[in-house]
């Protein structure tokens, strides 16, 4: 738990210590560790002086907050309107299946984790993925296992695993 | 430093770059932009440049609303005209720098047209028809000014009306924007005058103002467009609106989705303070007011507008019953003004131009332009502009260029998830706030998205409440609960499980959900089912009785097959696509997919070679030869 609030200290800064940055921490923690553990959000609760119990309310009412960490690639499948009406959902079904992992899991290896968003306002490019930084226009199943390759080629595998 | 001051150095500074000797060149880095790889192209301009040594200068700047033609480059030059590309890839870069940068070819075969407009009129391409029919105000600037360089803001006319206003009474400039006529552009349509107004009179020392760009509609884009094209016009008018209502402290409420739009919105923030443009004391007037940006945290319904002030708070968006309203009471129990992000941008042109100018153009109830974005099945998905009363007809076939590879309009879904599906007989219907709303849908958001005969009518609606289910903040229970049946029953037509009186009950259920949910979100939140039901009822019957998708996309209603005289035999596309091994070669050669297998991805009818083909589908399902699968494989 120290060690946490040390890591934690350059976002729990004097000056947001005021319920009504409890958002803004939350992202701030999410950002750094990538997720939001137990332990996590009692510091930030300790932090703002507030139950604990609040802090869960509030990070599981908003889908921005996860609870499970994300992988190294964090997929993310774009399930608004005009994805789709293009196909997102078969886009979506396919990256599951081929990194077989469930919505919202994450790989064994912690490579690649998978979730599906509202709208990432590229409607002109539907349906669209976005992995890590950087958004793949117009997906297809069969894309999809291409495009999985170039973010982590194959070979790379085989040699972490030797 | 005087505006004179100020206005004086942003003109040398915007002249030094689009008037000056050397050629300039533009390229839109807007997210669309970025998806489609403006970054390689911008690298790849720069390493030319360079590597030639040509003494050009480059600007990355907004989105002119093209995205399909995305990544747009334009070259401005001296004494000549300024030539736009479309689609440019890093490796037509060459070419161009060395065509029309370093010589006088402008590369026609590469271009898509001419620059016309700009300078404080509305940037645009003359070779393009859809620029005829539209009507561009809030646009004006995007794709063509740096969004990230105040100057070209200043130096096209920007903050002038600021300065206007900051000599006026606050109370004149409330009954100018009544005058004019503005009404709330996001999504509801209330008198902007009236809020301002109401929230001026309201009794308290401190007042907020607060701008909504959680554009949280799937399908919408106009906001993160303006925010990271022109960002500046938002900020001015919020200043604006700040000192008529008395306000000291302003929000903007931004999704975290739109990491760009949040990016440009800062740095617009902090070069308007430099310049004494925002923060204490503004231009010298004894009028303070400071701008601080919110990241939403991803809930739907924070862009209602009491749940948005809860979210600022650090609550849980939870709308609230309103009386009192947020104009007396908002904001941690303060008067608040709260308005959509076209709101505000349109303040300094009302401002500038006169109430008069803003009330003239538009129809009787809803003034004005309306931004909306173009997506689904349009040929020119992005953004347009276009007068109020402008028909659907007109901004789907004219601006929008109809649907994509030649199929046939089946219907357009406007306003979102709060909005409904209209059919082709529906197209003469003007986009106001009220014709739309006669029409059983919204203006909403301003999502326009097109849909063609393979998108089937229940499946969207099924989107819509999934959606809506998922995003409910709970409170209501009709809304809670009720969704959530309207989605189940949905959810039995397009497996096959529907009964006929599923129809009658979605629209009691629907009703219900209408009447008895507090927030606008809730009370909309049928009309996505109650609209297709309406006009498209023979879809959702084909469903029930015959257990037929007649857009062939429900899974459980259709079945892939592949034609044994189309099939090539020797190509074996569709058997190394297909990710669960359905696909088999029977003794004469043809591919027979094995229907116990298949999980209907369609991937093997993506990959089968247009010259064949071969892969199609079928609905329903016992329409696939009985005999195939067994006797020939």
């Known amino acids: 738990m120290e060690e946490l609030k040390q890591k934690l200290s350059d976002i729990l800064k004097p000056d947001k210590k005021n319920r009504r940055h409890l958002i803004y921490l939350l992202q701030g923690v999410q950002r750094k560790s990538g997720y939001l553990s137990k332990e996590a959000m009692l510091v930030v609760a300790e932090f703002l002086d507030i139950p604990g119990s609040t802090v869960y309310g509030i990070a599981t009412f908003y889908n921005q907050f996860r609870f499970t960490p994300l992988g190294k690639h964090p997929v993310k499948v774009c399930m608004g309107t005009a994805c789709h009406l293009a196909g997102g959902k078969l886009v979506l079904e396919a990256m599951a299946r081929e990194l077989d992992i469930e919505v919202g899991g994450i790989t064994p290896d912690h490579e690649f984790s998978l979730d599906r968003v509202a709208c990432v306002g590229c409607c002109a490019l539907a349906p669209v993925v976005e992995i890590g930084d950087s958004v793949y226009p117009k997906m297809t199943p069969p894309k999809v296992e291409e495009v999985l390759v170039t973010v982590k080629p194959v070979g790379q595998e085989q040699s972490e695993k030797q | ?633």
């Open chain 2, 1 to 633: 430093m005087s505006f004179g001051k100020i206005q004086k150095q942003a003109k040398a500074d915007w002249d030094s770059q689009y008037h000056g000797k050397a050629p300039h060149i533009l390229v839109g880095t807007a997210t669309c932009g970025r998806a489609a790889g403006a970054l390689p192209v911008v690298e790849a301009l720069n390493k030319e440049l360079a590597n030639r040594n040509a003494r050009a200068k480059l600007t990355e700047v907004g989105c002119i609303g093209l995205c399909s033609l995305e990544p747009l480059v334009t070259i401005i030059k001296p004494d000549s005209f300024a030539v736009c590309y479309n689609n440019v890839t890093p490796q037509v870069v060459p070419t161009i720098v060395e065509g029309y940068v370093l010589g006088d070819d402008p590369c026609l075969d590469l271009a898509l047209g001419t620059l016309g407009g700009g300078e404080g009129d509305a940037a645009y391409i003359p070779e393009l028809s859809r620029f005829e029919h539209e009507y561009r105000l809030l646009l004006r600037n995007c794709g063509y000014i740096d969004p990230g360089n105040i100057n070209h803001y200043i130096a096209n006319g920007g903050y002038s009306s600021l300065v206007n206003a900051l000599h006026r009474e606050p109370d004149a400039i409330i009954e100018a924007i009544k005058k004019s006529g503005l009404r709330g552009r996001g999504g509801a349509g209330f008198p902007t005058g009236r809020k301002w107004e109401e929230c001026r009179q309201a009794s308290g020392d401190m007042k907020y103002v607060i701008c909504n760009a959680d554009e949280g509609d799937p399908g919408a884009f106009m906001d993160r467009v303006v925010l990271e094209s022109d960002p500046q016009q938002v900020i001015e008018g919020m200043i604006i609106a700040a000192y008529a209502v008395g306000a000291r402290e302003g929000f903007i409420y931004i999704r975290a989705e739109y990491p760009l739009a949040i990016e440009r919105l800062e740095v617009a923030l902090e070069q308007a303070k430099k310049l004494g443009l925002l923060g204490k004391n503004i231009l010298g007037s004894g009028f303070s007011f400071d701008i601080e940006i919110v990241q939403g945290a991803g809930a739907f319904v924070s862009g209602e507008s009491t749940a948005l002030m809860y979210a600022i708070e650090g609550r849980r968006s939870m709308p609230r019953a309103r009386p009192p309203h947020s104009v007396r009471a908002g904001l941690w129990g303060k008067p608040t003004v709260l308005n959509n992000v076209k709101t505000y941008a349109y303040v300094p042109l009302i401002i500038a131009r006169g109430a008069d100018w803003f009330s003239g153009l538009g129809t009787e109830g809803s003034k004005g332009t309306a931004v909306f974005a173009l997506a689904g099945k349009m040929v020119n998905t992005g953004l347009a502009e276009v007068a109020m009363g402008t028909t659907l007809h007109e901004l789907i076939f004219d601006i929008g260029g109809g649907i994509q590879s030649g199929k046939k309009f089946k219907a357009v879904q406007i306003g979102g998830p709060s909005g409904g599906c209209l059919p082709e007989s529906m197209l003469r219907t003007p986009v106001d706030f009220d014709s739309l709303r006669k029409a059983g849908a919204i203006m909403g958001s301003g999502g326009v998205i097109a849909m063609d005969e393979g998108n089937c009518m229940v499946d969207t609606a099924k989107f819509f409440l999934d959606f809506i289910q998922k995003e409910s903040c709970g409170k209501c229970s009709t809304c809670r609960i009720g969704t959530k049946h309207m989605l189940d029953i949905l959810e039995g037509i397009t497996t096959g499980k529907g009964r006929i009186e599923d129809m009658d009950l979605l629209v009691e259920l629907g009703e219900d959900i209408r009447g008895g949910s507090l927030c606008g979100l809730g009370r909309t939140a049928p009309n996505p089912a109650l609209t297709t039901i309406r006009y498209f009822r023979d879809e959702y019957e084909a469903h029930i009785l015959e257990k037929r998708c007649p857009a062939l996309v429900c899974k459980e209603l259709i079945a892939y097959y592949i034609l044994p005289d189309k099939c090539e035999r020797g190509c074996e596309h569709c058997v190394l696509a297909c990710p669960v091994e359905a696909i088999v070669t029977n003794e004469k050669g043809i591919k027979v997919i094995d229907q116990s297998k298949c999980t209907k991805c369609g991937s093997c009818q993506l990959v089968c070679p247009p010259e064949y083909n071969a892969v199609i589908r079928l609905s329903p399902p016992s329409l696939v030869p009985a005999a195939d699968a067994k006797d020939k494989g």
